[in-house]
T-cell receptor, first 116, second 116 residues
Framework: EPEVTQTPSHQVTQMGQEVILRCVPI?????FYWYRQILGQKVEFLVS????????KSEIFDDQFSVERPDGSNFTLKIRSTKLEDSAMYFC??????????????FGPGTRLTVL | AQTVTQSQPEMSVQEAETVTLSCTYD???????LFWYKQPPSRQMILVIR??????QNATENRFSVNFQKAAKSFSLKISDSQLGDAAMYFC?????????????FGKGTKLTVNP
């Protein structure tokens, strides 16, 4: 069964550095999402992306964050200047459509980001 | 704002027994969807079951069933004949209906242990 994949599984970076988290959504999916989970807290929505545009973003998704689909397969999340509070598990998800009544968001295994 | 609350951080069950995981939510919407996702250790979240709020009938998927109480804003998951492979984090999630926000709003999760 097709799966969403994410690389790396664990990323360690210094505060102030830029990081790029990579995701390969399921190939026929059209909608892409990033969520994050700070340790001990809830999984939180960051952003959704469709047709090469952000379709929705949360208040967490400020100017330090950006998303891109650089080619036909990858979907990336960039954090320009990491802060300690960006340490979290970042989940990518994809879906065929955005319709809640027929569709499922499929999640990747996550990238654990540690900012030192 | 919509919120999802899972009041049981951890639960345990004996193999072959039944366990119920609790979830409550808060919303002013009348039409929405509720989900239970399962995340096995070091694996991605997968959808277990979905419930449309306009449907009075509780959803079932094999050994998994829900008790949806719309007036009480309660959405519990019952796992019958528990198996070792059911051990995982279980997340309750909410989203508005078609045409609204695409984001999933998650609870904090319940860690289920299945004892042989």
């Amino acid at each position: 069964e097709p799966e969403v994949t994410q690389t790396p599984s664990h990323q360690v970076t210094q505060m102030g550095q830029e990081v790029i988290l990579r995701c390969v959504p399921i190939s026929n999916h059209l909608y892409f999402y990033w969520y994050r989970q700070i340790l001990g807290q809830k999984v939180e929505f960051l952003v959704s992306f469709y047709n090469n545009e952000i379709s929705e973003k949360s208040e967490i998704f400020d100017d330090q964050f950006s998303v891109e689909r650089p080619d036909g397969s990858n979907f990336t999340l960039k954090i320009r200047s990491t802060k300690l509070e960006d340490s979290a598990m970042y989940f990518c998800a994809s879906s065929v459509t955005r319709s809640a009544n027929t569709d499922t968001q499929y999640f990747g295994p996550g990238t654990r980001l540690t900012v030192l | 704002a919509q919120t999802v609350t899972q009041s049981q951080p951890e639960m345990s069950v004996q193999e072959a027994e039944t366990v119920t995981l609790s979830c409550t939510y808060d919303t002013s919407e009348s039409d929405y969807y509720l989900f239970w996702y399962k995340q096995p250790p070091s694996r991605q979240m997968i959808l277990v079951i979905r419930q449309e709020a306009y449907k009075q009938q509780n959803a079932t998927e094999n050994r998994f069933s829900v008790n949806f109480q719309k007036a009480a804003k309660s959405f519990s998951l019952k796992i019958s004949d528990s198996q070792l492979g059911d051990a995982a984090m279980y997340f309750c999630a909410y989203r508005v209906s078609q045409g609204g926000s695409e984001k999933l709003v998650f609870g904090k999760g319940t860690k289920l242990t299945v004892n042989p």
